[in-house]
């Protein structure tokens, strides 16, 4: 197998797919500045009855899930010691390091009062299903940087020559960043360990909030098991999410994909996406709510292709050894299992929900639209920088940029 290595990637950064997306974050952020000046009202369509609709669905709980493929990848490569997914495992981590980051922003956007964000920190709630969620994702997001901080001293150790007046801090910085490698690459195991632990607890207590709602939930997913549905589909879109993120960005750059780590991660798809589906549907069978099928309502037609697109369609390519191999086929299958884990939480949060005394359904505004999209726009551009500029995506050991590169000059070349 070839020698890679992690290394920046000498690429442009603007393309006109960038300026896109520029566009859309731009869009995102004028009607983030209305939301923040005129109050959330202003641009949702939320009320009493709906106090929370696009975004947390959205922003937050499929965010949530999206980014396990952080926490999933470290413990196959670290924990399980599977050293060939190391090369996926840097990916993995930025994805979800990003993930994590926008859906706390996307908590404080929905938040009425934003500037009280701070009050889980300070004010415990041991009962509240809620707490246990805010203070894991603010620790795992924390432990996420901390993860990502070697890869900071990779790129700048022994580079660091600031410009100007700040030359003096040369020494100090260099110094800083080498101290911090060598006790980073002693202690990491722990920050792994608990990246992994803190992800399965708020991962199954977003699914513990939706059974407190109770009978304001649709029976199809109202379950006493869905905590567990919840981490089951979370580990299940951890892969799938991986391949997502390589294929498109390999494509994105003009890289060769790693098709035989890739078709191996895909292969470890399949099991987990069985189980989960045995989970749902003998659920389904003795609570016996597979009647509601029947109904052709919207709540049977997204559960339908929730289970049917999300889950069944990809498992049996999946199941195929020859799709596994084949780049179309693995991409096609681990998208549609990351838009059914999507369409899974959309549906848990909005779709499912029904408020007493509620007079009209919920349905997300323009403006909702909109700054769910510039986030997501803003993730990519983000997540394309960092690439371009820190040792994350592994080349062949020939292709190996020139260290002149990596030198800090006031800020990443």
């Known amino acids: ?35 923040f000046y005129g109050g ?9 009855q709906y106090p929370w609709g696009l975004w947390i669905a959205v922003d937050v709980a499929a965010g949530v899930a999206l980014a396990a493929g952080g926490f999933t990848t470290a413990a196959l490569g670290h924990i399980m010691h599977r050293e060939h997914y190391h090369d996926i495992i840097r990916p993995a981590l930025l994805t979800a390091m990003l993930g994590y980051t926008f859906v706390a922003i996307g908590v404080c956007i929905d938040l009425g009062r934003y500037y009280f964000v701070w009050h ?47 030359k003096v801090l040369n020494r ?45 939930m649709h029976p199809l997913w109202q379950t006493p098991i869905l905590p567990l549905l919840f981490l089951l589909s979370a580990v299940s879109v951890g892969f799938p999410m991986v ?16 098709m035989e780590v890739l078709g191996r991660l895909g292969r470890l798809v399949a099991p987990l996406l069985g189980i989960y589906l045995a989970f749902k549907l003998g659920d389904m069978f003795i609570r016996e709510t597979f009647v509601y099928l029947n109904e052709f309502t919207i709540e049977s037609v997204m559960w339908m292709l ?36 999507a369409l899974n939480r959309i549906n848990n949060f909005i779709v499912a929900y029904t408020p007493p005394y509620a007079q009209a359904r919920y349905s997300p505004s323009i403006g909702e639209i ?14 394309r920088f960092v690439v371009i500029n820190f040792p994350v995506i592994s080349l062949p050991d020939g292709s190996r940029i020139s260290p002149a590169k990596y030198a800090i000059r006031g800020a990443p070349s």
């Not at 369609?313 to 191999?325: F, G, M, N």
Request: proline letters at 4%; glycine letters at 8%; aromatic letters at 10%.
């Open 40 to 48: 959330i009202g202003s641009v949702t369509n939320l009320n009493q």
């Open 120 to 166: 889980p920190l300070f004010m415990w709630n041991g009962t509240s299903a809620l707490f246990e969620v805010g203070m894991c994702v603010m620790i795992y997001m924390t432990v996420l940087y901390i993860e990502f901080l070697p890869i900071v001293t990779e790129r700048f150790v022994g580079r660091v020559h600031l410009p100007g007046l700040f």
């Open 172 to 216: 100090p910085v260099d110094s800083l960043l080498r101290f911090l490698d060598r006790g980073l690459h002693k202690t990491m195991f722990v920050f792994i360990i608990a990246g992994v632990v803190l992800s399965t607890l708020h991962q199954s207590s977003l699914g513990t909030l939706m059974v407190i709602a109770g009978p304001k």
């Open 370 to 383: 909109s700054i769910t999209v510039g986030l997501i726009a803003i993730l990519i551009l983000l997540y």
């Open 1 to 35: 197998m070839e020698n890679h290595k992690a290394q920046p990637l000498n690429r442009k950064y603007f393309t006109p797919g960038v300026w896109v997306l520029v566009a859309l974050a731009v869009n995102g952020l004028i009607f983030l500045g209305f939301r």
């Open 306 to 341: 929730e289970v049917v697109l999300g889950v069944v369609v990809p498992l049996r390519i999946l199941l195929s050894r020859k799709a596994t191999r084949h780049r179309g086929w693995l991409f096609t299958a681990a998208f549609l299992v990351v838009v059914g884990v």
């Open 243 to 258: 391949i997502v993120e390589s294929l498109a960005a390999s494509r994105s750059f003009g890289l060769k994909p790693e």
